[in-house]
């Protein structure tokens, strides 16, 4: 499943189709993320044949073939594959430090509109984490779903997640993790609470 997922044209697609209130068809995908839908084809039929990604098909109107749309299939599937991929990262697959290769993973995926918090609360849950906001300015975030990787690569797992906050959150917002700050509890802060930590740690 991992290798499905490597491709970054495909994890676009498949943010797009999680967050849809409904099946698309290809060519709809094809104008969202500016892709030749011959493309967008290939990359759905890889989706489809790890289990990320359903197809169904629709009676046709008049003359033509049925047309397919496609959905994300259910969440508790598609975070197989994310633990698969994280076990890779974590395992020294790739060139990029972990917080790097989360940095350049989220910068890739589709950018989302909104205040900072409600970006982190949504961007958590979509990757499987039970997210509430907590005081202000912190998210915490329970049943990870990357658990067991993160027990044996604490340094790798954490870093990726801190990447991809970072990648979220942009240039003008700061965003930091802290792990295992409480059992079973990991804890974002947002805001003035990053720099002080930075600045603890020495960080630019």
Same mark, same amino acid.
């Given at each position: 499943?991992?290798? #499905? ?18 099946? @698309? *068809? =290809? ?19 890889? @989706?489809?044949? #790890?289990?990320?990604?359903?197809? %169904? ?8 073939? /049925? ?9 508790? *599937?598609?975070?197989? #594959? ?15 430090? /972990?917080?790097? =290769?989360?940095?350049? !993973? ?20 979509? !990757? ?20 067991? %990787? =993160? ?14 906050? *970072? ?13 295992? %700050?409480? /059992?079973?509890?990991?804890?974002? %802060? ?15």
């Amino acid at each position: 499943m991992h290798r #499905a997922l490597a491709v970054p044209a495909r994890r676009a697609l498949l943010a797009e189709l999680s967050s849809a209130a409904e099946p @698309l *068809e =290809a060519q709809r995908l094809a104008e969202a993320l500016g892709l030749h839908p011959t493309t967008i084809r290939h990359h759905l039929t890889a @989706l489809v044949e #790890a289990g990320l990604v359903t197809v %169904s098909r629709q009676p046709a109107t008049g003359r033509g073939r /049925p047309r397919l749309r496609y959905a994300a299939a259910p969440a508790r *599937e598609q975070l197989d #594959a994310y633990r698969e991929l994280v076990e890779v990262l974590a395992l020294g697959y790739g060139r990029l430090g /972990p917080d790097q =290769a989360g940095r350049a !993973w989220g910068a890739e995926l589709p950018p989302v509109a909104g205040p900072l918090l409600d970006r982190v609360l949504a961007a958590a849950e979509r !990757w499987g984490f039970e997210p509430e906001a907590g005081a202000a300015g912190e998210v915490l975030l329970r049943h990870c779903p990357f658990r067991p %990787s =993160a027990e044996r690569h604490p340094e790798v797992i954490c870093a990726v997640h801190q990447g991809l906050l *970072e990648a979220l959150a942009g240039d003008q917002e700061t965003v930091l993790l802290h792990p295992f %700050s409480a /059992p079973g509890t990991c804890r974002i %802060s947002i805001g003035a609470d990053h720099v002080r930590r930075r600045s603890d740690r020495g960080g630019a």
